[in-house]
Structure formats: structure tokens, C-alpha cells
């Protein structure tokens, strides 16, 4: 008679928990980031006061400039300064973003996070479209003031308007990863924004922004023409105007699209570092 000998049943091994998928962690941190400004609306506020004086003053300071003969005939300044404050003012939360990381930097959180199995690029991604729907919230109360305000009511309707407001965010979305890029490798708000703020204004003021590039003077013109601000303000003014189009908005998205894929990168790098 043979002993059946009964062997121990060995315990599951249970696998580790891997974290959530990439989409969720950036749908949890887009809201993360968006939260203080839905519980304190004074940063909404704060952060349209620039775009808003900004309108108000060159409506007014710079209006004569649509008498002068190389302004476009029949064209309300107005309807032509609204676009390229549109394309700024995205380009300006694009700085935003920057320095939104380098805050989450300082405090702690994203040391955490490198504890936690979550992606360093669904941070990334989550800072961006975050201060990307920040921006649309700033463009859309901007474009109902000038409207109100102003009498803005450019030629190509409202499906213009629709247009560049959207090409102005991509552009603005793209730029805000070369800053988000800048603050990976600096970890500094303070110098995050003061490179930000530095790069930010030969961008909106050496371009096609406020005055037609034709009267600017010739080496200023030189600097316009290759400015990548010209070719986004140049495409949503055709577009908000009902001018013809042409090649003028692809050219803007493929910029856009380069840029955004290099800063993506640099911020990528930047933020692995230890």
C-alpha cells in the first residue's frame, strides 16, 4: 500500500500593478492641472486681463494706421489686429505651461509622481492640454468682448472666425512645448518666464501682428518674413477675413507640427533627468 503524500498548495503569485493606461493618466492630470482654476476663477480673470488690455489699447493706439495707404482697403482695424491677438495670446499660454511645470517641479509633485507608475509623458501632455483649454476659454471670452465691444465682425463670418481660432490654438499649443521644453531643462519659474517673456516679444512685435510688414523698416521686414508668429497671424487673418487662402494655413500647421514634435522631444529628455 503505497502513502499519498499531499503537497502544499503554493500561493498565487500576484504580477504588480503596471498603473493605469496612458490616456487616463492624462485625462486625470489634465484635470489635476485645470482644478485651481475652476475652484479660484480669479486666475481666469487675471490671466485675460493681458490679452483684454492689449486689445483695447492697440484698437485704439494704432487705428490710424488703417487711414495709411499700404493698410487693406475696405478692412476695419479692428477685424485685422483680432486674429493676430488671437495667435498671441495662445502663444502667451504657451508660457504658462512652462512655468505651471517648473511650480510642480518645486513642490514636489511631479517627485511623486516619478514614485508612482505614471508616464512622464502623460504629464507632459496633460500640462499641455490643459493650458490648451485655458486658452480656449481666453480666446472664446476675448472674441464674444470684441464683438460686443468693438463691433468686431471680420468678412468671413463666423466659420472664419471658427478657423482661426482653432489654427491660433495649434500654433499656440505647438510653441507652449518649446517652453514646456525650456522649463524640463531649467527647473526654474522664474527663469522659465523670463526666457519665455524674452523669446515672447520679438515673436509677436517683429512680425505682421499690428502693422502690415510693408511698413515696417527693411531689415525689420527681413526678420517678419521668417518669423513663424507672421505665418500663423498672416493664415488666420486670410481665414477670419475670407481673403484667399492658399497655401498660407498648410504652411502654418507644418511649422506648427515641427515645432511641437522638437519640443516635445526636448521636453521628453528634459524631464527624464534626474
Same mark, same amino acid.
Given at each position: ?16 500593478w503596471?498603473g ?35 486689445l ?13 495707404p ?14 493676430a ?10 508660457v ?35 493650458? $490648451?483649454?485655458? +486658452? ?6 476675448? @472674441?464674444? =468682448? #470684441? %464683438?460686443? /465691444?468693438?463691433?468686431?465682425?471680420? !468678412? ?7 478657423g482661426?481660432?482653432?489654427?491660433? $490654438?495649434?500654433? +499656440? ?6 517652453? @514646456?521644453? =525650456? #522649463? %524640463?531643462? /531649467?527647473?526654474?519659474s522664474?527663469? !522659465? ?21 510693408q511698413?515696417l ?15 500663423a497671424?498672416?493664415?488666420a ?5 475670407n ?5 498660407g ?9 515641427g515645432?511641437?514634435v ?13
Amino acid at each position: 500500500m503505497t502513502a499519498t503524500i499531499a503537497r502544499p498548495e503554493l500561493p498565487e503569485v500576484s504580477t504588480p500593478w503596471q498603473g493605469s493606461g496612458l490616456f487616463t493618466q492624462i485625462w486625470v492630470l489634465t484635470g489635476r492641472s485645470l482644478r485651481p482654476v475652476l475652484r479660484d476663477p480669479k486666475t481666469l480673470v487675471f490671466s485675460l486681463m493681458q490679452p483684454l488690455l492689449m486689445l483695447v489699447l492697440f484698437s485704439q493706439v494704432f487705428r490710424v494706421i488703417a487711414e495709411g495707404p499700404m493698410f487693406p482697403k475696405g478692412v476695419a482695424y479692428i477685424d485685422y489686429l483680432l486674429p493676430a491677438i488671437m495667435v498671441t495670446t495662445a502663444t502667451m499660454v504657451g508660457v504658462q505651461a512652462g512655468v505651471g511645470l517648473t511650480s510642480d517641479m518645486k513642490n514636489g509633485v511631479l517627485a511623486r509622481f516619478r514614485s508612482m507608475p505614471v508616464s512622464p509623458v502623460a504629464v507632459l501632455i496633460a500640462r499641455s492640454v490643459a493650458d $490648451l483649454t485655458r +486658452g480656449l476659454i481666453e480666446l472664446v471670452v476675448m @472674441l464674444i =468682448a #470684441a %464683438a460686443l /465691444l468693438f463691433g468686431f465682425a471680420p !468678412a468671413g463670418g463666423l466659420l472664419g472666425v471658427i478657423g482661426a481660432l482653432l489654427l491660433a $490654438l495649434a500654433v +499656440g499649443w505647438s510653441l507652449g512645448w518649446l517652453f @514646456l521644453a =525650456a #522649463a %524640463a531643462w /531649467l527647473r526654474e519659474s522664474t527663469t !522659465a518666464q523670463m526666457v519665455g517673456m524674452m523669446a515672447l516679444f520679438p515673436l509677436q512685435f517683429a512680425s505682421s501682428a499690428f502693422v502690415p510688414i510693408q511698413s515696417l523698416p527693411g531689415w525689420l521686414q527681413v526678420v517678419a518674413e521668417v518669423n513663424p508668429i507672421s505665418y500663423a497671424i498672416n493664415a488666420a487673418r486670410d481665414l477670419a477675413l475670407n481673403n484667399p487662402v492658399g497655401s498660407g494655413v498648410t504652411s502654418a500647421l507644418v511649422v506648427s507640427a515641427g515645432i511641437a514634435v522638437v519640443g516635445a522631444v526636448l521636453a521628453e529628455r528634459g524631464f527624464r533627468r534626474p
